[in-house]
């Protein structure tokens, strides 16, 4: 089956740095379009950045300047460079895969957690 592993989250301090990697497994990975989401307590889940299968990227307002989403379509894996983090940009963040065409092929990853505190 299709498994999305996110890793590299933690604990970092403001104005710190953490790249996020997405690893897929199981699937066509320059097929889908992927992105990176983010759930922080009490709130629903927003999209930070999406990436299509041709490689447009596109970004949530507050992460702006800040974060830069690429991928390697040889290793199956997407990323996110999360500079200059804020306290707010504390949250659970999600990988998630998208078939570029087939729109019910969708996958997500179990998470990783990303904490900005001094």
Not at 1 to 7: D, F, I, N, R, T
Not at 12 to 40: D, H
Not at 42 to 69: E, M
Request: hydrophobic fraction near 30%; proline fraction near 3%.
């Amino acid at each position: 089956q299709v498994q999305l592993v996110e890793s590299g989250g933690g604990l970092v301090q403001p104005g710190g740095s953490l790249r996020l990697s997405c690893a897929a497994s199981r699937i066509i990975f320059s097929a889908y379009n992927m992105g990176w989401y983010r759930q922080a307590p009490g709130k629903q889940r927003d999209l930070v950045a999406g990436i299509s299968s041709g490689g447009i990227t596109n970004y949530a307002d507050s992460v702006k300047g800040r974060f830069t989403i690429s991928r390697d379509n040889n290793k199956n894996t997407v990323y996110l460079q999360m500079d200059s983090l804020k306290p707010e940009d504390t949250a659970i963040y999600y990988c998630n895969a998208r078939h570029r065409l087939l729109g019910t092929q969708n996958y997500w990853g179990q998470g990783t957690q990303v904490i900005v505190s001094s």
